[in-house]
């Protein structure tokens, strides 16, 4: 993860945000013309240095220099640990560039340095702050998240997809700064072997272009991953009495659950949706900017052909994705528990009051149905109405 998210935001400087990195550049080249020391230093290798400082940066910003006060501790950690790995990752590059745009992002000015110039480091470094966040943002949440899919439900802002499970004293750590949140994927590593419809998934892929560039020659091979587990997420029956996009489940607390689920079309085209969004932000064979029609189309093709009504695949699947349901359910409803008796202020949306099986844009866009919310809030305050009537009527019988 840590290799990609490198990678992508490189990518994201050298095409995105190339403006931005030379304007830095030219603002730290005017610094180092002040003194003897630096004035060597070449435009291209002062750009070199933003660039790969920002890439090995292991945080969306720091916030030097907002108050006018010293660097705190841990920014500097983050800036000497950001140094240090572009350092390793350019053994080539003169180390005195790097310790130069160390010294000037920590605020270490030079002797005999006059107030303007200390004011010119100041800004350089709040404006090198600013483009840190928007570079990892493209970078890692809008490209890396999408390469790495070992277990998309880890993929999300804030999280580290790098880290699989924490001891319990690690997770009341986090619990004093943020509680975390998506069980219902997290039940999927608990079963790794289940080639049996990863075979019959592979089977629904076809060749693509020519030589099929990264990833191999067949369509969606390199993103199978994302589409087999968002099948296990939007299609997922519940222990409760509920109605959902894709499938129904009714328990009545005894026995085993019953399971009815419906046509797959519509889950077909929320899959197909999010297959586009996930290739298009990896651009890897596909994007946004530069799309690739064939691609597209194979891919969608694929989707369709993995849940249709008679596919190989999804008989061989459908028990699999049951049973992962039945977990994902149970771990959804512990961590809705932990989030609202976990310390802090817990984090709803409005309209996320329910079951919400959404996925990543477009799907989670949907428009919420808040007159079946204001029927189930109306029904818990006619019970709870109900319950303290009989309550006072019990007490009075006593």
């Keep these: 993860m840590a290799d990609l998210s490198y990678a992508a935001k490189r990518l994201i400087m050298l095409v995105s945000m190339a403006s931005e990195i030379g304007q830095l550049g030219l603002h730290l080249d005017r610094i180092s013309e002040r003194n003897r020391r630096s004035r060597d230093f070449t435009l291209a290798s002062l750009v070199r240095a933003i660039r790969e400082v920002i890439a090995a940066f292991p ?17 500097r950690g983050y800036i000497d640990r950001a140094v240090a790995e572009a350092k390793r990752r350019n ?47 493209k970078g890692v949440e809008d490209t890396a998240l999408y390469l790495y899919n070992r277990l998309i439900s880890l993929n999300e802002v804030g999280g580290d997809p790098a880290r699989y499970g924490e001891p319990l004293a690690a997770f009341h750590e986090q619990e004093r700064e943020a509680p975390r949140a998506l069980a219902r994927f997290a ?70 659950p019953r399971t009815v689920t419906p046509p797959l079309d519509r889950c077909v085209d929320r899959i197909a949706a999010y297959m586009e969004k996930a290739t298009k932000e990896a651009k890897r064979r596909t994007s946004w900017i530069n799309p690739d029609a064939g691609y597209d189309q194979a891919l969608r ?22 049973l992962v349901a039945l977990y994902g359910s149970v771990n959804s409803l512990a961590q809705t528990l932990l989030k609202i008796a976990s310390p802090g202020i817990p984090d709803f949306y409005q309209g996320s009051e329910l079951w919400d099986l959404s996925l990543v844009d477009p799907d989670n866009r949907r428009p919420v149905d808040f007159a079946a919310r204001q029927r189930l809030l109306d029904e818990l305050q006619q019970r709870a109405g109900a319950g303290r009537r009989a309550s006072r009527h019990f007490v009075r019988s006593s």
């Excluded at 989707?303 to 049951?322: E, G, H, K």
């Design 59 to 75: 945080v969306y910003r720091t916030y030097v220099g907002d108050l006018g006060d010293e660097p705190s501790q841990r920014d």
């Design 91 to 137: 053994p080539t590059v003169n180390v005195s560039i790097f310790d130069f745009l160390r010294d000037a992002l920590l605020l270490r000015h030079p002797e005999r340095s006059d107030e303007q110039e200390q004011a010119e480091r100041r800004r350089f470094a709040m404006r090198f702050q600013q483009t840190t966040g928007p570079v990892t943002a």
């Design 187 to 256: 039940d999927l590593h608990c079963y790794p072997r289940h080639e049996a419809w990863r075979g019959r998934a592979g089977t629904h892929q076809r060749p693509v272009g020519g030589a099929g560039g990264v990833g191999g020659p067949r369509a969606a091979v390199a993103d199978d991953q994302p589409a087999l587990q968002a099948r296990s997420w939007t299609v997922r029956p519940r222990p409760i009495a509920m109605t959902s996009t894709c499938s129904t489940r009714r328990w009545s607390g005894r026995g085993r």
């Design 301 to 322: 093709d694929f989707v369709t052909r993995l849940l249709a009504p008679r596919s190989p695949f999804r008989d061989a699947f459908l028990p699999f994705q049951r």
